[in-house]
Every structure is written in structure tokens, then in C-alpha cells.
């Protein structure tokens, strides 16, 4: 008896593997599949290089609360240079982003973590990211969804239909959701708020414009 | 062509002029009684409260980060550094915590004898009180201009060396207390605060550092 109970778990511990690896993500589950309208999708809200980009950071990671400033800004065609500093204004990161490249400038001990640093760069690519080739064209009441393919990454681009900005991105595989990117804007020009909220490990990023920078 | 060489020549030559103007070492003499007096003003501190303007150069920046706020120092050590615009950040130093209060949301950190807490303490005290020459923790150098005299602090504790480059202290000529708090992390970026509507020995009530 013991032995066939021991054998049906292992069964069923099996079939759950199974069932859960072959499921396909669900971020367009009740979307209706359309025709193509463009090939691309462009992003404006960092990709204008006069703007700065400045936004008072909350960061919660493990449990851990981390503020700060955090300063964007478009220096080439391809590359942005990103700036992490504390309310007094002390550097505690500094990178210069491609979608190919990547430069550490500078970054405190404490946060010197490969780990880290890889985390922070996708993140920071798919915040700064301004074009993406687009496969596929998803459509309901409120939005309008274009899929873009990046190897075995998928990239969903939410555009809501009341004003047409881009109001989520959600990072995936084929399987599951890895990162949601949320945005709030007025203008379509810069976003005054953003939330970057992973689904595999417990890190959200919030960032909010500055009020009284108007440039 | 030689026009342009003579208007390099003057442009070199003003510049040379005004930086002298600008910024001049100061003698012996002179640094021995700016200390004193520096010393004597900032003895008589029991309290202080302060406007503050802050402005971070980044050099890639097209402009600085402007952010704005008051400062509230009490004897022996409590100290408040409060942002209100463009957002509300409030950190207050008080018996060996850092009380922080991000928009409504409250953080205790106990910092207990971290030895680097209490050397930022101090160093954000000493900054707006103008006592901060101590030898020991800094290397000094002293400049003056026609209305003010400026003092440049190089750390010599390495852990704070890795944040803080330089410090530079303006002080006002007439009343000998700091006007700008400059901190350098490089040469190209910087923070630099300037402080008004200072009032020194107002009483200040303990309720400002409770979070």
C-alpha cells in the first residue's frame, strides 16, 4: 500500500511538472488575433536625447525598501546613459546601455553583484528600449496588443485604445511571464510613472517623474 | 591669423585675471584668523535651522537636478535633512537611528556605533556649522575672493573617500558661516547646496525629529 502510494506521487509529481512546463503563458488569452497594421512599434518615452530623464526611485527587493534618484538620459543613437544617485545626490550606480552593449562607469561595493548588475541591465533595456519589430497583432475592447520576438524572449506592447500610449510591456517565454513594465502618461511624450515588477524573484522598481522638471 | 592668435592671447590672459580674482590662496596669516573666527561663530551654535537648495551637476545632463528643502540641527546630535519639493523625503539622525520618512512611508534604521553613520553625521553638521577642521580626518586647503572665503576638505578616511572626493565650504566674509556646501564625487559631477534664511540659537522644538 505504502509502496503504491509512494509510486502515485511520484506520478502525479511528475504530471504536474509536465502539465506546468507545457502551458503557454496566458498575456494574450482573451485577445483576439488580427491582422498585422505595422511592422514596428516605436516608444517615445526615452528616446528624445534633450530631455532629461529624472525620476524619484522606490525600490523593494527581498523585503528590503531602497530609494533613491534615477536619471536617464539618450547620449548616442544606440546607447542611454543611466544614473542611480541617493537623495543627497551620492552615485551609487552609473551605466551607459545599448540593446548590445553594456558599461559599468562606476558602482558602490555594496551593489557590485553580477547578479544585480545583469537584473538591472534587462530591466533597464526594456525600460530604455525605443523600437521593437513587431510578429504578431492582438486586439480587444481596450487594447491594442503587438508581440515582438527577441530569440527565446517575447515582448508584449499593451497600447491603450482610449489614448493610444503604451501602458505595459510584458517580458516573457514562451511559457511564462518574467517581468511587467507598467506606464502611466499624460502627453505620450514622457511617462510620468513606472512600474517595473518582476514575477520570478520579489523586486519592483517604482519610479515617478519630477514634478517641477520642465524641459 | 594673427587676430586670432592676440584674441586667444586676451581670452587666456582674462581668464587667467578672473580665475585669480575669483579664487586666491589665502596666507598664514589669513587662514589662522578665518579659523578663529569660524571657530568662534560656530561655538556659540546650540541650534540651527536652514533653507537649502540642492543641485546635482551630472555632466551629461543638459541641467541640474534641483531639489529643495530645511535643515534642523539641535545639540548634541540631533539632526534633521528634509526634502519638500519636488518630492517629500525627510532623514533624521537622532540617538544613534536614522529615522526616514519617504512620502508617508516610515523606516527606522539603528545604526548603533557605525563608525561611518557618525562620521556622516558629523560631516553634514560640521558642513552647514562650518566646523569641520579637523586635521586628523581631513587634508585643508584655504581660498578667498573679494566676499567670501572657501575651504577644501579632502578625506582622509578611506571608506568616505569612496564617495566623497572633496568637500568645499564657502563661507559668507562678514558673518564667517557656510553659505554653499559643494560635494565632489569627480571632477565633472558634483553636488552642490546652497543654503538660505539660516537661523542660528532659535529654539527648536524636540517634535521636529520624530517621524
Known amino acids: ?215 | 591669423m594673427k587676430s586670432n592668435v592676440f584674441l586667444l592671447l586676451v581670452f587666456i590672459n582674462s581668464f587667467c585675471f578672473s580665475s585669480f580674482a575669483q579664487e586666491q590662496k589665502m596666507t598664514d596669516n589669513e587662514i589662522a584668523v578665518f579659523k578663529q573666527s569660524v571657530a568662534m561663530v560656530s561655538k556659540k551654535i546650540k541650534s540651527l535651522s536652514t533653507d537649502f537648495v540642492q543641485y546635482k551637476h551630472l555632466d551629461f545632463l543638459s541641467k541640474d537636478i534641483e531639489t529643495s528643502g530645511k535643515m534642523v540641527f539641535k545639540e548634541p546630535n540631533s539632526l534633521l535633512w528634509q526634502y519638500k519639493k519636488p518630492y517629500s523625503y525627510a532623514i533624521i539622525f537622532k540617538n544613534g537611528k536614522i529615522l526616514i520618512n519617504d512620502e508617508g512611508k516610515k523606516s527606522a534604521v539603528d545604526i548603533g556605533n557605525s563608525k561611518l553613520f557618525g562620521k556622516i553625521n558629523k560631516l553634514i553638521v560640521g558642513s552647514v556649522s562650518g566646523d569641520l577642521f579637523d586635521d586628523k580626518e581631513f587634508t585643508i586647503s584655504y581660498f578667498k575672493n573679494k566676499n567670501q572665503n572657501i575651504s577644501k576638505f579632502v578625506p582622509k578616511d578611506a571608506a568616505l573617500k569612496k564617495y566623497i572626493k572633496q568637500i568645499e565650504l564657502t563661507f559668507d566674509k562678514e558673518d564667517a558661516t557656510v553659505v554653499q556646501v559643494k560635494l565632489l564625487e569627480s571632477s565633472a559631477d558634483f553636488t552642490r547646496i546652497v543654503l538660505k534664511n539660516k537661523v542660528i540659537n532659535a529654539k527648536i522644538d524636540e517634535a521636529s525629529f520624530t517621524n
Request: net charge positive; with cysteine.
Open chain 1, 1 to 215: 500500500m505504502q509502496k503504491s502510494m509512494k509510486l502515485l506521487l511520484r506520478i502525479s509529481c511528475f504530471l504536474v511538472l509536465v502539465l506546468t512546463s507545457c502551458a503557454t503563458n496566458t498575456v494574450v488569452k482573451d485577445y483576439a488575433t488580427v491582422a498585422l497594421e505595422k511592422s514596428s512599434y516605436d516608444v517615445p518615452y526615452f528616446s528624445n536625447p534633450t530631455i532629461d530623464y529624472v525620476y524619484k526611485a522606490n525600490i523593494t527587493v527581498y523585503g528590503n525598501e531602497l530609494s533613491g534618484i534615477f536619471i536617464a538620459k539618450k547620449i548616442n543613437d544606440t546607447t542611454h546613459r543611466v544614473v542611480f544617485t541617493t537623495e543627497f545626490g551620492n552615485k551609487l550606480l552609473d551605466f551607459e546601455i545599448s540593446e548590445t552593449n553594456f558599461n559599468v562607469n562606476f558602482i558602490v561595493e555594496e551593489l557590485d553583484r553580477k547578479m544585480l548588475i545583469n537584473t538591472l541591465i534587462t530591466d533597464f533595456r526594456l525600460l530604455l528600449r525605443s523600437h521593437y519589430a513587431i510578429k504578431a497583432q492582438f486586439d480587444n475592447t481596450e487594447n491594442e496588443v503587438y508581440l515582438s520576438e527577441e530569440g527565446k524572449r517575447l515582448n508584449y506592447l499593451f497600447v491603450s485604445k482610449s489614448d493610444n500610449n503604451l501602458s505595459k510591456i510584458v517580458h516573457s517565454t514562451k511559457r511564462k511571464e518574467k517581468i511587467n513594465l507598467f506606464f502611466t502618461s499624460e502627453n505620450n511624450i514622457f511617462a510620468t510613472k513606472i512600474i517595473i515588477q518582476h514575477k520570478t524573484i520579489p523586486l519592483k522598481i517604482e519610479l515617478n517623474y519630477f514634478k517641477d522638471q520642465t524641459n
